[in-house]
């Protein structure tokens, strides 16, 4: 998430009742998650596995519960107790939860030629571009950005909030939301059918591109970028932090987990379960899934260990 405006670093520290310690000068432009921040971001970190991945990230402020370490040049940190609490206190500050009062907020805009059908709503900051068609009880959460001749099928969900939690078995209930203060971002010409849910960024985006497709009931996780003329049949099932690049296609039933890559044009099959980055351009099948014809050969032989398992009893 991207600040209005730069904010002091010193005035940050106020905000969450941090020590500073290093550059005080500069001001911070937005505030990220480790995988997705640039120069100028906060980020934070609360356990020493991650100290040095966030501390040499391209996060200029770091948010941390120890002064133990190394402050890299240029940087500063931000010292509190619990850094996930004061990462939810910025974002509640510049991003607050807005109730809205009408099914298509004030804030919203729509494009020329666009249709909103009846019971369909439309939060705030919402942007829909022109000549898009958003069937009735299709759900448009805040600040979601919507492209050309885009068309979103009945009861559709677009920016929920991502399923993200923070862990600690010392408070009382284990799992805090890590709340979301990404969007949602879809290019032209997409194609969304009935039934999917689409979760906003945790802190940036999730964006599904031009041209792409959508069968019924898919779901799209939180920070998820899904390339150019993808298409994907019904049930297909995409866990946080993925990136799928161009012309990838998924069939019915398909589960890919996070953080993974899959590359140009690879094509999975039916109810495969995508654990590992997949190459370009080829077919893959099974779970986990592996080359479609290598899998294919396997399933052969296993069907024959029954007669050579009766081969070798009657040389015995």
């Given amino acids: ?22 550059n005080t000068a500069a001001s911070a432009t937005g505030i990220n998650e480790i995988h997705r921040v640039e120069s100028g971001d906060l980020c934070f970190v609360d356990h020493p596995k991650y100290y040095d991945k966030c501390l040499n990230s391209a996060a200029t402020f770091i948010i941390i519960n120890t002064t133990k370490v190394a402050i890299p040049e240029g940087k500063a940190l931000l010292i509190v107790n619990e850094p996930f609490e004061a990462y939810l206190k910025i974002v509640n500050h510049f991003r607050p939860f807005t109730p809205s009062r009408m099914c298509i907020s004030d804030s919203a805009t ?24 958003i069937h009735p009880n ?55 059918g009935a039934g999917c849910t689409i979760d906003r960024g945790v802190t940036a985006e999730t964006r599904i591109g031009a041209g792409t497709k959508m069968d019924n009931m898919v779901h799209i996780g939180h920070d998820v970028v899904i390339g150019k003329n993808c298409l994907f049949a019904a049930q297909v099932a995409i866990a946080g932090g993925t990136t799928l690049k161009d012309g990838v296609t998924l069939w019915g039933q398909v589960g ?21 980055d997949l190459e370009e351009g080829k077919v893959y099948w099974g779970s986990p899934s592996e080359d479609a014809l290598t899998k294919k050969k396997e399933l052969i032989w296993i069907k024959r260990i029954p007669e050579l398992w009766k081969k070798v009893m009657e040389t015995k």
Avoid at 9 to 22: P, S
Avoid at 122 to 133: A, P, R, S
Avoid at 256 to 276: C, D, M, P, R
Wanted: proline letters at 2%; one cysteine or more; hydrophobic letters at 45%.
């Fill in 1 to 22: 998430m991207k600040f209005p405006s730069p904010v002091s670093i010193v005035w940050m520290a106020e905000l969450i009742g941090a020590q500073v310690l290093g």
């Fill in 138 to 192: 299709v759900t448009v959460l805040d600040y979601t950005t919507i492209g050309n001749n885009v068309v979103i099928q009945a009861g559709t969900v677009v920016g929920s909030d991502a399923f993200y939690y923070n862990t600690k078995k010392s408070r009382g209930t284990w799992y805090k939301r890590m709340q979301s203060c990404g969007n949602v971002i879809i290019e032209d010409f997409v194609e969304i």
């Fill in 256 to 276: 890919v987990s996070k953080t993974l890559t899959i590359a140009n044009n690879v094509t999975v099959l039916a109810q495969s379960g995508v654990g590992k």
């Fill in 110 to 133: 729509i494009g020329e030629g666009s249709v909103i059908m009846p019971n369909a709503f439309i939060g705030n900051h919402v942007t829909i571009g022109k000549d898009c068609i």
